[in-house]
């Protein structure tokens, strides 16, 4: 069982950052891929980000890649998005997954366990 809790959302302009945090509880966290999504108003839920267990491999929707990096630290049970050059698109709740079976299966969108969600607003 892993419990997740998002932090570090919150209203930026454009050309902006921010870093999310995800907070996880359970033992097996260290064995488990992570990974963000986001949801805007109106529009369906989509993938943003994934790491494997050892933080070894990283993967990235098109829309962010060059400017979003997750990584993960083990030991403090933490999954990290830092978002760069932030624009009025990025605008979305962010939640964080996990899954027990593979980082395919937690990118198609059917991870095992999820965030309440941490609000992002970038104001162009």
């Known amino acids: 069982q892993v419990q997740l809790v998002e932090s570090g959302g919150g209203l930026v302009q454009a050309g902006g950052s921010l870093r999310l945090s995800c907070a996880a509880s359970?033992?097996?966290?260290?064995?488990?891929?992570m990974g963000w999504f986001r949801q805007a108003p109106g529009k369906e839920r989509e993938f943003v980000a994934a790491i494997g267990w050892s933080g070894g491999s990283t993967y990235y929707a098109d829309s962010v890649k060059g400017r979003f990096t997750i990584s993960r630290d083990n030991a403090k049970k933490m999954v990290y998005l830092q978002m760069n050059s932030l624009k009025a698109e990025d605008t979305a709740v962010y939640y964080c997954?996990?899954?027990?079976?593979?980082?395919?299966?937690?990118?198609?969108?059917?991870?095992?366990?999820w965030g309440q969600g941490t609000q992002v607003t970038v104001s162009s």
């Open positions: 997954a996990a899954d027990k079976d593979s980082t395919r299966h937690l990118m198609s969108g059917s991870g095992d366990y």
């Open positions: 359970g033992r097996t966290f260290s064995n488990v891929p």
